[in-house]
């Protein structure tokens, strides 16, 4: 995976969050300037950090690689409320879905 990528997504990933990058890398141990480091792409995180970050970006690492997913945060959350509906409310909810991406 090239390097632009993971200072991209991880860039906009935080930025979706409402977080600095100093505070993200305070929050996760890590000197002020680490998650600076990884997104002006002077350095990668090992395979460890990328899972502290994965987890405080609140996303798996299939969900950070998922370029069609922009905001996955929120897709889950929504997801998990869609799975409590009836299977008619479902249905009206997939209609409003199609008429708003023009499928209909």
């Known amino acids: 995976m090239e390097t632009d990528y993971i200072?991209?997504?991880?860039t906009e990933l935080r930025m979706n969050m409402g977080v600095s990058a100093r505070d993200m890398s305070?929050?996760?141990?890590?000197?002020?300037?680490?998650?600076?480091?990884?997104?002006n792409k002077?350095?990668?995180?090992?395979m460890t950090a990328f899972f502290y970050i994965c987890e405080y970006?609140?996303?798996?690492?299939?969900e950070f690689f998922d370029e069609?997913?922009?905001q996955?945060?929120?897709?889950?959350?929504?997801?998990?409320?869609?799975?409590?509906?009836?299977?008619?409310a479902l249905a009206h909810i997939s209609g409003i879905v199609e008429e708003l991406l023009g499928k209909k």
């Open 68 to 70: 069609g997913n922009r």
């Open 42 to 46: 002077k350095s990668l995180p090992s």
């Open 26 to 39: 305070l929050s996760m141990g890590q000197t002020d300037n680490y998650i600076n480091h990884i997104e």
């Open 57 to 62: 970006l609140k996303v798996t690492p299939q």
């Open 7 to 10: 200072a991209a997504r991880i």
């Open 72 to 88: 996955p945060e929120q897709l889950n959350a929504l997801i998990k409320d869609l799975k409590k509906l009836s299977p008619t």
